[in-house]
Structures are given as structure tokens and as C-alpha cells.
């Protein structure tokens, strides 16, 4: 059987210019080979990848900064409009007061009861600007903070999916390169 064995090699004649250093050089060449070519084929997946990924991003983006922006302009014209109806209303009221004014000139002390009625209307009207304004203040930075914790929950949701992208890719990458370790070595075994 060892005979047999030693008879079915090549004759050293065929051999010459194949070494075993030549096999191992062709083998090596062709592993880097493949290689490159996962190394490639991995960089354009990565592009992909990154490239939907800033896509998406971009989309919540502009979608938080329309809904910051017709919330903000929503508040701010319901807030003018408040402001004008009350002042205006405080306009006309301070008129009637002068008008009546001009009116009752001989009559002081009923002219005195209506100037100070006026007077205890426009510290309402006045009041009511006033508190229309703090409750805007307030409604607005209420709505910055709700609009800060939303963009810090979406930057976190954003970190937890490129935590999750990075896993992935990692994970494939593992896969195909234990794949293209194995081809390499059965083709070198077999």
C-alpha cells in the first residue's frame, strides 16, 4: 500500500517550478483576494447603512422643528390676539372715561366716581396684559423644556439605534469573515 501511495505522486519532473512555496504564495494571494473583496463589499454596506441612517435622522429633525416652529407661531398669535382685544378694549374704556369726563365737568364728584371706576377697569385690563404675559412667558418656557427632554429622548433613542447599527454590523462582519475563514481554509485543505 505505501508503495502504491509513493507511485500515484507526480514525478519530481512535473513538480519543478510548483514548490511547496509556490502553493502556500498562491494560496496567500488568493485568501488576501478575498479579503479585499469582503473588505469592499463591507464598506459599501456601511455606506448604505450610514448614509439611510443620516436620511432618517435628518426626516425626525425636521419634523421636531416643524412641530416646535407652528407650536411656537400658534401661541405666539393667540397671545397677540389676546393682547390686542384687551387692549383695545382698555383703549375704549379710557375714551368713554374721557368723553364722560368732558361731559359731567361740572359735576365733580360724580365725575370722581366714574374716573376712578375707570381707573379700577384699566388696573383690570392692565392686569389681565399682565398675566396674559406671564402665562406666555411661562407656556413658552414650559414648551422650550418639553421641547429640550423630547430632542434629549430623541438623541437617546437615536444613540440606542447606532448602538443597535453597530452591533449588527459587527455581528455580520464576524459572520462573513469566519465564512470567508472557512472557504479560505477548505480550499486550502481540500
Known sequence: PIVE?????????DMEG?????????????????????????????????????KGSQHKLEQLWNTYHNQRKKMTHQYSQQV????????????????????????????????????????????????????????MEDMEKSHDSFIQGAQQELRKEMATLQKKILMDTQQQEMATVRKSLQSMLF
Not at 5 to 13: G, H, V, W
Not at 127 to 137: A, G, M, P, S
Open 5 to 13: 501511495k509513493l507511485a500515484k505522486k507526480r514525478p519530481a519532473a
Open 18 to 54: 510548483e514548490g511547496p512555496g509556490n502553493e502556500v504564495q498562491s494560496m496567500l494571494e488568493k485568501f488576501g483576494a478575498d479579503i479585499s473583496k469582503v473588505m469592499q463589499a463591507k464598506k459599501k454596506r456601511l455606506e448604505c447603512l450610514t448614509k439611510n441612517y443620516m
Open 84 to 139: 390686542s382685544s384687551a387692549l383695545q378694549q382698555w383703549e375704549a374704556e379710557a375714551q368713554r372715561a374721557e368723553e364722560q369726563e368732558e361731559e359731567l365737568n361740572n359735576l365733580f364728584r360724580q365725575q370722581q366716581k366714574i374716573l376712578q371706576q375707570a381707573r379700577v377697569v384699566q388696573n383690570q385690563k392692565l392686569k389681565t396684559v399682565r398675566e396674559l404675559y406671564e402665562q406666555f412667558v411661562k407656556n
